[in-house]
Each structure stands twice: as C-alpha cells, then as structure tokens.
C-alpha cells in the first residue's frame, strides 16, 4: 500500500481514501516495529556504541566512589582534629562507634548519613551520642581506654568494636 498525507494533513491512501482506525493502527504498529529492528540491526552492526555506554556508567559510579571516600576522609580528619582539641573528654571506642554510624552511605552509595542532616556539628552531636551509650558500656569503654599500652597514643580505631 501507499500513503500519503493530504492537504489537511491527515495520512490517506494515494488515492485520497481516508484510511479506518483498524487500518491506521496496523500502519503504526508495522512503522514502530520497522523502527524498532533499525535500531537493533543498528546495534548489531555498531556494538562499541552499547559498550562505551556501559563503561562510561562504569566510569561514573567508579567517580562516585572516589568522591564518597573523599567525603569520608575528610568526616574522619574532622573527627580526628575534634579529639585532639579535646583530648581525653571521650574514650577511643565511641570516636569509632560514632564514625561508623554517621558514615554509613545510602544504598545508593552516594550519600553518607552526616550529609542528610540539615545541621551537624561533631561537637554536639558527640555528646548526644555519649549520652546515649548506658553506664554500662561508658565503664567498659573507659575500662578498654586505660587497659591500652602506656606510652603508646591510643588513636582513632584502635580500639574494636
């Protein structure tokens, strides 16, 4: 068959006949599906196309990766300076704890917990974080705190969990 589109600019035979709404849905349908096996021939023929796509993607979430641990590091100089500024107001122990908690990434991988929050200061947030622990464990951590070798700095993670 033959089509054409009219002065109006409706899609009719090539003899002026208006073409049924049966009909014109099987000229869709037969024109997507021409389409749609362009494409895929098109892919067979050119596969680097699929393949830079793919690497790229790669490339992207390899960078992301780079940025978070970027992002980490800094949160753990931060966190680092704190205790030196502060030096002996929390045991080891709760720096690690507190750092594994708001480092924790989304499961897209992208965002730590500390970024979600619209204020953060590690000052406060310490002492929320210390006024949680149960006497319990503060007796334990401060037990674990002076049972560290003297004469050897005790540093962030150097104690475990």
Known sequence: MIYKINSKGLLVYADDNPIGKTELTKIIYAAAKSLADIQLKEMLEYPSTIVMESVSREIISNDAAIILKDKKDKFFSEIMQFKKQHEGLYPATLYNQFFSYWSETNSIGKMMKKEKERFFEIGKRLATFWKRVSEKDRQKMWFQE????????????????
């Open 146 to 161: 002076s049972q560290s070798l003297p004469g050897i700095k005790s540093d962030l993670f150097s104690v475990p969990l």
